[in-house]
């Protein structure tokens, strides 16, 4: 699976930004998709992520960090994972990452897979 994200930018505190990833492959249903992001000088942190299930349709997880003001999407119909960013904060700034796996910890990034190059989002005061 390749992905690629795209979507970021400059934007204002309270402001609003939509990522996207796009991935390659037939199989990108069978993926749990998750965002993560990175600040300079820390660590990958998990963002969000969202399951698929052909019966029940997606399960979404957040982090509390943005509970509320985030949302996690996907169109396996066109092998995409959307993140709406809204009432973004200067703490949001970082280089946003997809990522694809098949099981494990949804908040890992080690359980993941596949990653996609990131892009970086700078929110301004």
């Known amino acids: 699976v390749q992905l690629q994200a795209s979507g970021g930018g400059l934007v204002q505190t309270g402001g609003s930004l939509r990522l996207s990833c796009a991935a390659s492959?037939?199989?990108?249903?069978?993926?749990?998709m998750g965002w993560f992001r990175q600040a300079p000088g820390k660590e990958r942190e998990f963002v969000a992520a969202?399951?698929?299930?052909?019966?029940?349709?997606?399960?979404?997880y957040y982090a509390d960090s943005v509970k509320g003001r985030f949302t996690v999407s996907r169109d396996n119909t066109k092998n995409t994972v959307y993140l709406q960013m809204n009432s973004l904060k200067p703490e949001d700034t970082a280089v946003y990452f997809c990522?694809?796996?098949?099981?494990?910890?949804?908040?890992?990034?080690?359980?993941?897979?596949?990653w996609g190059q990131g892009t970086l989002v700078t929110v301004s005061s």
């Open positions: 492959g037939r199989t990108f249903s069978s993926y749990r």
């Open positions: 990522a694809a796996a098949l099981r494990g910890d949804y908040s890992a990034p080690r359980e993941y897979d596949f």
């Open positions: 969202i399951s698929w299930s052909s019966w029940s349709g997606g399960y979404t």
